[in-house]
């Protein structure tokens, strides 16, 4: 009978490896990080194919938890995973390739840095689309709430209402219709949210309406018209009422362009400044007027105080003289 005490290079390494995993199942991720960083290492000094491949796959697996212990980035990660074979698979502990890791990690890096452009959005949506799955490989061991069908119908959306709101001035019409398209994939991802605010947008762009000043009939509520309160008379309520398109709402505010109401508006706070500006240079006057009086009345005061010790007499002196500085 023999005993086998001594063990070769390439079977501690897979005892390490397997005492890396039984670390992870147990959740402590940073034993099981440096046990895998040790395999690696320990890979690089042997020649069996096979073990060179359980380092790989240890320094990747050692990478992703590092993401989830926030020791490195999704950056980070991608960059190192994208270096390697696609075809390589990883125990996490579900067995994913290393290619669709790369695939989401590429799609989640993008969403990371800042899109400004309705076509950064489109092509980010494209992409979510393009993983073909409703729930990310990655999402249960980096804790990311992400689903991609439902997050690529959130970027479609958000690409349409960009696009939609860069030609409310513009064109209207045009406007309203982009808006719904935006609302269609906000349907689809269930954010009823937006779905609330671009229907009231759409119902406001798509209003027609004519300007109780110049007559002009015009689509799009705030952006090319707006109601104003005024006084109305049940006469006007009855004749007006009924145009199409209306002037007049039946609640009695008037729907002005915004062309005449911005024309009355800067009339209007003109006339009010002027009016201020009147009004303080009669005050200064006033106050001007009101100065010199009383200069006037406290040298006169002095002169007639400055003999007596007695509280009355300074009294009367001081009256007489405010009456003789109204001379
Ligand atoms: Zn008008």
Known sequence: MSWKIWKSKEERIKE????????????????????????????????DPAIKELGI???????????????????????????????????????????????????????????????ELEKLAKEYLSLGRDKLLLSDILGINIEPKKMAYILYGEAKRLIAESKERENPEESAKIYSEALHYFELAGDKNKVAILSQKISKLTKVMKCYICGRTLQGEETHFLYVRAATTPYMMRHLSSENPKAITNDGAIALCITCYTAISILAQAMAEAKVMQYYSSMMMRINELEKRVSKLESNSWFFSGGSNNDDTNYYWHRRGRIFSRD
Do not use: C, T, W
């Open 16 to 47: 390490e490896y397997n005492k890396a995993i039984n670390l992870r199942d147990q959740g402590k991720l940073s034993k099981a990080v440096e046990k895998l960083e040790k395999v690696y290492r320990m890979s690089q000094e042997v020649s």
């Open 57 to 119: 796959k240890a320094a990747a697996v050692a990478k992703i938890y590092k993401a989830k212990l926030g020791k490195e980035s999704l950056k980070e990660v991608y960059s190192f995973l994208s270096s390697l074979d696609h075809d390589l698979i990883l125990e996490l502990p579900n067995i994913v390739r290393v290619g669709d890791i790369v695939q989401e990690l590429k799609v989640l890096v993008k969403d990371s840095s800042k899109l400004a452009s309705s076509a």
